[in-house]
């Protein structure tokens, strides 16, 4: 099974970038569906992005034109750039794979394989 990483959080001020890395290792992404969500204190999981085994990929409007999922197969990693951060953007990120069968609804429940996330937090 995949095992997960995140790296790449930190402190921003609003209006900042953030790029985030996810390493995997133990199986290659190529073959799975992955995502981005993130936890804030008391706030539901949410997922805010997510690419298929094809590259296609999902975000919902909170982040669209804001955040780009991307992955480097040959590195075995999974990114996440964030430009122009939000003082609600802030909150524990972490980035999900699962086997593509099981993605429908890019919802929180869908995914089998966590790392264990990375803190954003975004100032005003």
């Known amino acids: 099974q995949v095992q997960l990483q995140e790296s790449g959080g930190g402190s921003v001020q609003a209006g900042g970038s953030l790029r985030l890395s996810c390493a995997a290792s133990?199986?290659?992404?190529?073959?799975?569906?992955l995502a981005w969500f993130r936890k804030a204190p008391g706030k539901e999981r949410e997922g805010v992005a997510h690419?298929?085994?094809?590259?296609?990929?999902h975000y919902p409007g909170s982040v669209k034109g804001r955040f780009t999922i991307s992955k480097a197969n040959t590195k075995n990693t999974l990114y996440l750039q964030m430009n122009s951060l939000k003082p609600e953007d802030t909150a524990m990120y972490y980035c999900a794979a699962a086997a593509c069968w099981r993605v429908r609804t890019f919802w929180v429940g869908e995914y089998n394989v966590w790392g264990k996330g990375t803190q954003v937090a975004v100032s005003s």
């Open positions: 133990g199986d290659t992404i190529a073959t799975y569906c």
């Open positions: 690419i298929d085994d094809g590259g296609t990929t």
